[in-house]
């Protein structure tokens, strides 16, 4: 089964520094996608970056970019210029490709706090 | 407006007193599906649909119930709710069946609390 571990419990990023926040996974699959979800405190579950595994090239939103390690099955987000607004609850998730059946499996998430 | 609503968005119940928990899209996807968030243990999978009549378990279905008698409608049925099935609820559904990739689209959440 798959598992994927969040180790950072709590992170705190002083606003408009960087900050980068961990996931590992583990699975024996080649083929699968990776995702970074956000909880603010409405509780919405909000899509803010997708991975494909088969992809060298780390996806990247805005101020926001993974680095993807396939080998070390590691996941990082990257959030520049940390804002208010990005403090919330952060999800790292993954899926096998052509899954089928397969809900996404999370960590147990990082909670983001910006120092103003 | 592409949306997954839920209903209700919190409900205070006792144990025993059987309750659903509505879900519907209007994007006309295929796959559904169920999660609970617990403090500490992140979203667990319940219950998912691939269509309509074709539902399966998840990682913790103990104790709930699940129909997809509509493409759009996958009601959470808990018919005789206990203290520990007290959660915050997710309803998600996405386009494309065995994608992977597909977003999941996640409703507001149900706030669930059983005394």
């Known amino acids: 089964a798959q598992t994927v571990t969040q180790s950072q419990p709590e992170m705190s990023v002083q606003e408009a520094e960087t900050v980068t926040l961990s996931c590992t996974y583990d699975?024996?699959?080649?083929?699968?996608?990776l995702f970074w979800y956000k909880q603010p405190p409405s509780r919405q579950m909000i899509l803010v970056i997708r991975?494909?595994?088969?992809?060298?090239q780390n996806a990247t939103e805005n101020r926001f970019s993974v680095n993807f390690q396939k080998a070390a099955k590691s996941f990082s987000l990257k959030i520049s210029d940390s804002q208010l607004g990005d403090a919330a609850m952060y999800f790292c998730a993954y899926r096998r490709s052509g899954g089928g059946a397969d809900g996404l499996t999370f960590g147990k998430g990082t909670h983001l706090i910006i120092q103003p | 407006e592409a949306q997954v609503t839920q209903n209700p968005r919190y409900l205070i119940t006792v144990t025993g007193k059987k309750l659903t928990v509505t879900c519907s899209q209007n994007?006309?996807?295929?796959?559904m599906s169920w999660y609970r968030q617990d403090p500490g243990l992140g979203l667990r999978q319940i219950y998912y649909?691939?269509?309509?009549?074709?539902?399966d378990k998840g990682d913790v279905p103990e104790g709930y119930k699940v129909s997809r008698k509509e493409k759009r409608n996958f009601p959470l049925i808990l018919e005789s709710p206990s203290p520990n099935q007290t959660s915050l609820y997710f309803c998600a559904s996405s386009l494309i069946v065995g994608g992977g990739g597909d977003t999941q689209y996640f409703g507001p959440g149900t706030r669930l609390t059983v005394l």
């Open positions: 649909s691939m269509n309509v009549e074709v539902t």
């Open positions: 991975q494909e595994a088969y992809k060298q």
């Open positions: 699975t024996s699959e080649s083929d699968y996608y």
């Open positions: 994007m006309n996807h295929e796959y």
